[in-house]
């Protein structure tokens, strides 16, 4: 993953290609953060004019003028925004050199972190960080993700308590962590953590549960189970947690905790090594996850997560890799199947309703399931992050807006982060609010600049705040990353609201993109 380069009051995210002053994106042009980020990234060193070529026009001849022209900008930019002028030193005939404040480089999770501060909810608030794996297997790191991924999954059932998604905890894996700074960071009063070590057919879980506001230890527990056993552990744990928090809960809360799970453990151990390829997102490697959810369907025919999570396989290749009637197909198949066996699965029932409100254009149904999904999980991020996404584009932009916010705050971290964003996006440039719509779709980029629909809401803000150039180069890129896009269709495949299509079409067609 692309460090963040922070300096001053300045990050640089060169691979969304964004320079942020504070909080706010710059209008600084692609060219010009290639530019600084080179120069950043040797701070205090000569970097030829050459080399800075190179890095901005790759295996291009161009003028010294326009990387002069480049490089004004980037000290017009750095100037406006600081208030100081001395950023970038000329080198006579040499090239330039970096000689602001020092610079430090942060991963996206931890500068995401940094900024993020939020207050306690009013009701009960946890997290579950990732369990550490104990086994001497690295290949098993996919079990302990299962069972995070179970008991979040659980307390999520219970409707007084607000839990953290797992996509945002996640951030934290493979990190020495503060769980008072980790408690800060995500907004809640109790943190939960663990190890699990599998050997053969036994397995031993510890965990335990955390005050994040005092660091007091609330409840710790070891379990020594068979591997065959898994599910009822998890169960226990879920439950232990729910305890500690609440003691006076009545039996009948604790039992909401209890799900349906699938009778075969192979089939579950299939969907999870899936799972990462599936939230990618990406048609290469949703191609790949449904080799092993086909695998698992065939091994439980029921398994609703598996049927759901091939929807949104499906889903992804349907838009983005050359809208095939073959995969909308499957993808409404898939998504039936998982409404019909998953009516106690909140992720289920939402992955099915994305499926049927995106590419069955039947978004009454979709909310039915994402009603269902709420009404089970209401911690369930995304379900409101995937339920904003379809209000989006279905021209209710105000509600699109407050499911996206809903779905943040309940995983600050969260893989779907983009497509929050993008509904928000959409749903400021549908009330002609531009600059809104612009902020949003900078964010989408950054969150993942590798899926064109970030680039496509980004184009569109941009032609109608007048930025043609900018507004370009973003259809560009909405081009090179999926070369056979045209609007018309891809608006007829997500069912877009007539109003919205126009609009957002005529500011597509000013951007350059192909109708």
Known sequence: MAAILEFGPFRLDADAGILFGGAEPTPLGQRAVLLLALLVRRAGAPVSKDELIEAAWPNQTVEDSNLTVQIAAVRRMLADISGEAHWIETLPRRGYRYIGPSVRMLDHASAASEAQRLTLPEKPS??????????????????????VDDIVTGLSRIKWLFVIARNSTFAYKGRVVDVKQVGRELGVRYVLEGSVRKTGTTVRITGQLIDASTGVHLWAERYDRRSDDIFALQDDIAMSVVGAIAPSLRRAELNRVRRKRPDSLDAYDLALRAQPDVDSGMPEQVTQALVLLERSIALEPDYALAH????MCHHCLFLRAGLQETNRTASIRHARSAIAHGQDDAVALTLA??????????????????DAALAISPSSALTYILGSVMLGWGGDADRAIEWSEKGMRLSPFDSWAFAAFDAQALGHFHRGRYEAACHAAYRAVQANPRHSITHVQLAAALARLGRLQEAKAAAARVLELHPTFRYGRQFAGVNCDPALASSLGDALRIAGLPE
């Open 353 to 370: 309703g994305f499926s049927i409100g995106m590419d069955g254009h039947d978004r009454a149904a979709a909310f039915t399931a994402l």
């Open 126 to 147: 946890v997290a579950v960080l990732p369990f550490s794996n104990l086994s001497s297997d690295a290949a098993q790191d996919y079990f302990a993700d299962g069972m």
């Open 308 to 311: 759901g999570n091939a929807a």
